[in-house]
């Protein structure tokens, strides 16, 4: 039985109330029921940036192994682009996987060719360049100091951020963050020492 007709809810999309209960006639509004693990973008930040310096740091442990038989510098390039390409493959995969599983009507994001192509050429070129020099500075010194060394570019990112970009305003923050950066550098050239020291 329709007890109190039709009304209009804030989208604009008319609802029928049967037995008390309301129904929204407009499919585009409703929920998907998918599960949320995050509550704001700073969990989502914090998150992924955990499961970046995890794996991230964790990249090229195989080059250790691959040293031993024989394997390193541009002789490796090959082998890590193709671990790369895989990778992404799979990411691919789960992320495809994850929108038709949890959405009723999957969305995409847009992918902006036509405004984005340059940046994102450019982009993949300095990473390119970066992952090639970064093979060659942990073949040449090892794990300990040489992907520490590498690990740096988080300084680089992080004054851009600070001064071109202006992503952080807050004095208090900047200098908590030099802070950090500085605490970063001491011990990566303490573990350099270190492993002097162990050599001689």
């Keep these: 039985v329709i007890t109190n007709g039709a009304s209009n809810n804030k989208h604009g999309?008319?609802?029928?109330?049967?037995?008390?209960?309301?129904?929204?006639?407009?499919?585009k509004h409703k929920d998907d029921g998918s599960a949320r693990f995050f509550q704001n973008k700073r969990q989502i930040g914090i998150f992924f940036s955990v499961w970046n310096g995890l794996f991230g740091g964790s990249a090229l442990?195989?080059?250790?192994?691959?040293?031993?038989?024989?394997?390193?510098?541009?002789?490796?390039?090959?082998?890590f682009a193709c671990g790369a390409l895989i990778s992404n493959l799979l990411l691919w995969i789960i992320f495809l996987t994850t929108i038709y599983t949890t959405q009723s009507k999957p969305v995409f994001p847009q992918w902006h060719v036509r405004r984005l192509w340059k940046q994102a050429v450019l982009a993949g070129l300095l990473l390119g360049c970066g992952q090639?020099?970064?093979?060659?500075?942990?073949?040449?010194l090892g794990q300990a100091v040489g992907n520490s060394l590498v690990q740096c570019k988080i300084l680089v990112s992080g004054i851009w951020g600070i001064l071109f970009f202006k992503e952080i305003g807050d004095p208090k923050m900047i200098r908590r963050w030099f802070l950090s950066a500085i605490i970063c550098v001491v011990a990566i050239i303490w573990l350099s020492c270190e492993r002097l020291l162990a050599k001689t």
């Design 61 to 79: 442990i195989p080059l250790h192994y691959a040293k031993k038989h024989g394997y390193g510098g541009v002789q490796y390039i090959l082998s």
């Design 13 to 27: 999309a008319s609802q029928i109330s049967i037995n008390g209960h309301h129904h929204d006639t407009n499919d």
């Design 132 to 140: 090639f020099s970064g093979i060659l500075a942990t073949t040449a």
